[in-house]
């Protein structure tokens, strides 16, 4: 093994890392939330034999190591299906697992946070059971779950340097090459540290503005 010192290409090479790791935390978080909330949707309802076993999938997926996780969809997944995944593909399918279970929680509690006073409200006017959830329920779960769903997305952010270990060439992974290349651990897992705080804290502000804006909106229409 050659060592050598950083170089103007490392930055690129970080950069790279950096685009992959945002990438796959930007595709995880909209495929999460979408199968979060269709979870919990199927919950509310109470769907026959759906809703028993959507709620035992979140609790598999959220008890269970996501390291676990990403071995059991990387290498055992292919054997079931007859097909290979690439890192990046078995990537996405468990985080975005991962990340649906955790939303489906938050969803589901937010959901029932909402005063029972209110749902009978509704159906004394009429309204049905898809139009309680859309108007009356959906806004006031919204501004109760944006605190605990940003804590989530900061957590699933450090969660995505976990998929280094199957191979994606992510932020993490390049901490670890530029490591073994420069032998300068100190400087390099301190630049990686760096980056992910900004991402958590872009995360936390960019959140903490939205959840702002949602509660005067939702006290503007009087819910």
Known sequence: MRYSGFTWHD?????????????????????????????????????????????????????????????????????????????????????????????????????????????ETARVFGLSRWQTLRRVIAPQAAAFGFGPLTGLL??????????SVIGVVDLTKVGAILNVRTLEPFLVWTVIGVLYYLMARLIARVCARAETRLRAHSEWKGL
Not at 38 to 51: C, E, G, I, S
């Open 11 to 119: 930055l690129v090479v970080l950069l790279q890392g950096l685009g992959v790791s945002v990438a796959l935390f930007i595709a995880t978080t909209i495929i999460g939330l979408a199968l979060g909330l269709a979870w919990a949707t199927v919950r509310y309802y109470r769907t026959p034999m759906l809703a028993p076993l959507v709620a035992a999938l979140a609790e598999l997926l959220k008890n269970s190591p996501v390291l676990v996780q990403l071995f059991l969809v990387f290498f055992g997944l292919p054997v079931l299906l007859g097909a290979d995944l690439t890192p990046v593909e078995a990537a996405l399918i468990t985080l975005s697992g991962n990340t649906a279970a955790f939303i489906y929680v938050i969803a589901s509690s937010s959901i029932e946070s909402v005063g029972r006073e209110q749902l």
């Open 154 to 163: 900061i957590n699933q952010l450090q969660v995505t340097s976990l998929i």
